[in-house]
Nanobody, 113 residues
Framework: VQLVESGGGLVQPGGSLRLSCAAS????????MSWYRQAPGKERELVAT????????NYADSVKNRFTISRDNAKNTVYLQMNSLKPEETAVYYC???????WGKGTLVTVSS
């Protein structure tokens, strides 16, 4: 199982970024997928989860109405659209498949002016 995140970078407060996670070596469409993040000095936290077919999503309260998780099963990719970003959301963002406990290596998002 391979999960490869991309799309991180430096963004100003209030800005937007879209993260991608490309999955391989498994039948992507069979599995729930999640995004987590870990800020410096803090524990890793769940940001969002999407069901296998993409019909249901769940979000941490702190990101509701600003972040959107989606997936394209034909491309074996899950996305995280992040809007109205805040400095405290600077973190490494990870793609995760709960079944089997698989993590990507993460992509760094820095929110700063």
């Amino acid at each position: 199982v391979q999960l490869v995140e991309s799309g991180g970078g430096l963004v100003q407060p209030g800005g937007s970024l879209r993260l991608s996670c490309a999955a391989s070596v498994f039948t992507f469409s069979n599995f729930f997928m999640s995004w987590y993040r870990q800020a410096p000095g803090k524990e890793r936290e769940l940001v969002a989860t999407i069901t296998a077919a993409g019909g249901t999503t769940n979000y941490a309260d702190s990101v509701k109405n600003r972040f959107t998780i989606s997936r394209d099963n034909a491309k074996n990719t899950v996305y995280l659209q992040m809007n109205s970003l805040k400095p405290e959301e600077t973190a490494v963002y990870y793609c995760y498949r709960r079944t089997g406990n698989y993590w990507g290596k993460g992509t760094l998002v820095t929110v700063s002016s």
